[in-house]
């Protein structure tokens, strides 16, 4: 990978993962080369916060095409911006196959839960409803199958007597704005690589961090 791999967000909605991932960067924690912004949505809050930024953007919104017509625009897009390493934040739409087979080794997620408890949506209030007393958030490469893939890292709390899944969901989000750009940054210093579809990381880091 380059020295500062230039680099997309794709989002669908807020954006506060892509906009603490804009502020490692700007901080010099950070060595992307945060070059483009892609959203499903135009309306998605998080395409302000790029503009403010001053990071390129684009909309792809699905007409009626099928799932592998909108991920061919959605590569071609990429491809078009030189982009190496595909980050999702927030982005409400699952990829084929082929899309992830592309851009594998390069292409992480965000997902918030302790994977591989909680895979899919609604993950707060299924932790609520389970009595679970921990939850978290998950960043993990991205394989073929759904919110599936290896653990970067992760990030714990305790849950709280009767808190709601709202707030719940705030302190989580918390945790994602700390871990994300960190295990972006081990992608980037080759601390941490996918090969052969398993994780290569550097013993010395740890895959939890509780809070
Ligand atoms: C986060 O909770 C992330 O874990 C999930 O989508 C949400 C995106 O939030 N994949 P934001 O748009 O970054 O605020």
């Known amino acids: 990978m380059a020295n500062k791999p230039r680099s997309a967000v794709l989002i669908s909605g807020n954006g506060s993962n892509l906009q603490a991932i804009a502020q490692a960067v700007a901080d010099g924690k950070l060595d992307l080369d945060l070059s483009l912004v892609v959203s499903n949505r135009p309306q998605a809050y998080g395409l302000q916060r790029a503009q403010h930024a001053g990071i390129a953007t684009e909309c792809i919104i699905a007409q009626a095409d099928d799932r592998d017509s909108y991920d061919r625009k959605l590569m071609q897009c990429l491809q078009t911006h030189n982009i190496e390493l595909v980050v999702l934040a927030g982005f409400m739409r699952i990829l084929s196959d082929s899309f992830v087979q592309h851009y594998m080794g390069k292409l992480v997620n965000i997902h918030p839960s302790l994977l591989p408890k909680y895979k899919g949506l609604n993950t707060h209030q299924r932790v609520l409803d389970a009595g679970d007393k921990r939850h978290g958030a998950s960043v993990h490469y991205v394989l073929p199958e759904l919110d ?12 709280n007597a009767h808190e709601s899944a709202q707030q719940l969901a705030q302190r989580i989000h918390a945790l994602e ?14 601390d941490v690589s996918l090969n052969d579809g398993k994780l290569v990381k550097n013993p010395q880091l740890p895959d939890l961090l509780q809070f």
Request: charged share 10%; proline share 8%; no cysteine.
């Open 148 to 159: 599936a893939g290896p653990v970067i890292l992760q990030a714990s709390l305790e849950v």
């Open 177 to 190: 704005h700390k871990i994300y750009p960190l295990a972006l940054q081990w992608i980037v210093t080759g």
